[in-house]
C-alpha cells in the first residue's frame, strides 16, 4: 500500500511574537518544517501533502529556494484559509489523498520527531490495526491531550486538557498528535467530527473516540522513553531555544559514539552536516554550517566557524578562524584568527596565520603567509614565503584581476602587488615594494622612497583657544 503524509503547518503562532510564519523559525539553520519534511522524505512516501495557512505564501517561497529539487517534487500545497482545527486542516489535503493509500500525520513544528517512531506507527498499521497514535508518558503531561483507556488497557480516545476532567487530568500518557491510518478512513471518519468543545475547534484527536464506537481498531503506540525529548513542539521561543539544544545534544552524542572527541558536548554547535576521519578534535564553540568534512587527525580549536570546508588528515586550524567553501589539503594549518574566504585550495603543508584573509586563492606546497596578509585572486606556487603585511590589491573599483606568483619566491613584509601582475619563479621582492609589472624569475625587486632627513623640523602644536 502507497504512503502518503500530511504535515499541518498552518498556524500562526502567536506566542512565537514574531512576523515570521512559526514553521519558519530555525532550528540547527533550518526551518523546522524542512526537519519534517526531510524525516518525511526517507519514509519514501508517494507525496507530501503540506497545508499551509498565516503566511502560507512565504512559507511556500521558503520551500522553493530552500528544499531540494528532488524533494519538491513529493510535495503537494494544500490551504487552510481560516484555522478552524486540526480535524480541519487534515480535511484540506484529502482531495489530493488517494484512498487507498496509508496516511501519517505530522506537525510542522515539531522538528525532532525521530523517523524510527513514524516506522514504528506504520508497522502498527500494517498488523492489523485502523488507526495507530504515537503516545508518550511524561511526569508532567499539563498541556497535552490524555489517551483514555479502558479496564483492560484499549484505547478508548482522546481527550484534550481543557475538555478533561480531573480524573482524566491525572493520566500521564499523552497523545503526541501524529497518527497513522488510511485515506479512506479520513475521508469517511471526518466529516463525523463536530466542535462542540472548549476551543470550538474540530479536533483531530476526536478521530480515535468515533472509531473505537464504530468497532474499529485503534492502537496506542508507545514513544521509546529516549525519544521522547524528541517529540517537543515549539510553540515560543523558549520552547525553540530547547528544541535547538536537544538537537545540539542529540547529534554530539552520536558523534561522540561515532569516534569524534568534542571538547564540551554542551558547546557544539551543528548547522549543517559533518563528516570525520578518525582522532579528529573539535574544541568548544565550534560553528559548523553547510558541509564540512574533516580527514584523519584534524584539530579544530575553540571559537572557529566552518562553512562547506574539507580539511585534509592532520592539519590543525586554530582559535577563532573563519572559513567558507574552501578546500585545504593534508598537513595544513590555519589561524589563529585567519579568514578564508570562498573559492581556496590550499595544497600539502600550507600554513596561514594569524590575521591572514585568503580569498579565491590558490596557494601551493608548503607556501607560507605568517601574518597580517591579504591574498585575493592569486595562485601562488610552493615554497614561497608572504611577509606581513603583504597586500595582493586585486580590485580596481570596477574588476577584479589575479595576481600569480611562482615558486620559491620571497615577498617581504609590506608589499603591494598591484594586479594584474606575475612574480615569476625565485624572485625576491624587498620589504615596503610595490609591485606594478612583471618581476623576473630570480631577480631582487625593490622599491623605496630616498630617505631624507630634516634636521630643522619642527611639528606643529595645537593652539589655545581663546
Known sequence: MALEVIVLAAGMGKRMHSSLPKVLHQVAAQPMLFHVLTTAAQLEPQAIHVVLGHGGDQVAAAMQSGLSQELLKRIKICSQSQQLGTAHAVAQALPQVDPK???????????????????????????????SLLTAQLDNPTGYGRIVRDAQGAVLGIVEEKDASAEQKAIREINTGMIATTGQILRDSLPQIGNHN????YYLTDLAGLLVQAGRKVAGVACAPENIALLSGVNNKLQLAQVERLYQEHKAQQFLLDGLTLADPKRFDLRGELTFGHDCFIDINVIISGKVSLGNNVVIGAGCVLQDVT??????????????????????????????????????????????????????????????????????????????????CNYDGANKHRTTIGNNVFVGSDTQLVAPVTVEDGATIGAGTTVTRTVKANCLV?????????????????????
Open 311 to 392: 580539511i585534509g588528515d592532520n592539519s590543525i586550524i586554530s582559535p577563532y578562524t573563519i572559513m567558507e567553501r574552501s578546500q585545504l589539503k593534508v598537513h595544513t594549518t590555519v589561524g589563529p584568527f585567519a579568514r578564508l574566504r570562498p573559492g581556496n585550495v590550499l595544497e600539502d603543508e600550507v600554513h596561514i596565520g594569524n590575521f591572514v584573509e585568503v580569498k579565491n586563492s590558490h596557494i601551493g606546497l608548503g607556501t607560507k603567509a605568517g601574518h597580517l596578509t591579504y591574498l585575493g585572486d592569486s595562485e601562488i606556487g610552493a615554497g614561497t614565503n608572504i611577509g606581513a603585511g603583504t597586500i595582493t
Open 446 to 466: 625593490v622599491t623605496r622612497a630616498p630617505w631624507r632627513t630634516i634636521e630643522t623640523y619642527q611639528r606643529p602644536t595645537k593652539q589655545p583657544k581663546n
Open 101 to 131: 493509500s496509508q496516511v501519517l500525520v505530522l506537525y510542522g513544528d515539531t522538528p525532532l520527531t525521530p523517523k524510527s517512531e513514524l516506522e514504528h506507527l506504520l508497522q502498527v498499521l500494517n498488523e492489523g490495526a485502523d488507526l
Open 198 to 201: 472548549a476551543q470550538g475547534e
